[in-house]
């Protein structure tokens, strides 16, 4: 008896069974995306390991989606890593996975949840995300250009 949860969405399946995940395939994803360009393959594994995750799988179970959450499972969840690949966009995909997210047992009674987008605002808000009042208190400390590769000619 499965322990995880499972949703079928039409032909596809949404699943928070980390034996699903996919590294070398969310790798392929998120080292082209604007958020996490060139990021290496052991720091994807290592993000993975800790946090739960929501993927979206094909019959054949190809991973072709991700919702990533970084949470303690008491007070704060962080949305991260959401995407669905181009080819199988248009299905809901996003919607169910971060329907199954928003439901999800482990993230009840929390006080507060926080992402970040450039241009996906519309889905978040629909699950009742906004901009966070007041950024001026919000603070940050960002390396953008950790995944950066040296140089070869230096």
């Known amino acids: 008896m499965s322990t995880h949860l499972e949703h079928r969405h039409g032909s596809y399946l949404i699943s928070d069974d ?6 070398a395939a969310i790798h392929g994803y998120l080292t082209r995306s604007y958020w996490s360009e060139n990021i290496p393959l052991d720091t994807v ?3 993975l390991h800790g946090s739960l995750c929501i993927g979206a799988y094909t019959e054949a179970g ?11 499972h008491a ?8 995407y ?7 299905h809901g995909l996003s919607k169910a996975m971060l329907a199954l ?10 006080r507060s949840w926080s992402l970040r987008t450039r241009d996906a605002h519309g889905i978040y808000a629909r699950f009742g995300f906004k901009p966070v009042d007041h950024p001026e ?6 390396f953008p250009d950790v995944y950066r590769q040296p140089d070869n000619d230096e």
Do not use: F, N, W
């Open 45 to 47: 594994r290592r993000a």
């Open 101 to 110: 997210t928003m439901r999800h047992p482990k993230l009840q009674g929390l």
């Open 75 to 82: 007070t704060y969840a962080y949305l991260c890593d959401v």
């Open 18 to 23: 980390p034996a699903r995940l996919d590294a």
């Open 137 to 142: 208190s919000y603070m940050a400390l960002r």
């Open 62 to 72: 190809e991973q072709v989606g991700l919702v990533r959450i970084i949470s303690d």
């Open 84 to 90: 669905v690949l181009e080819e199988h966009r248009r």
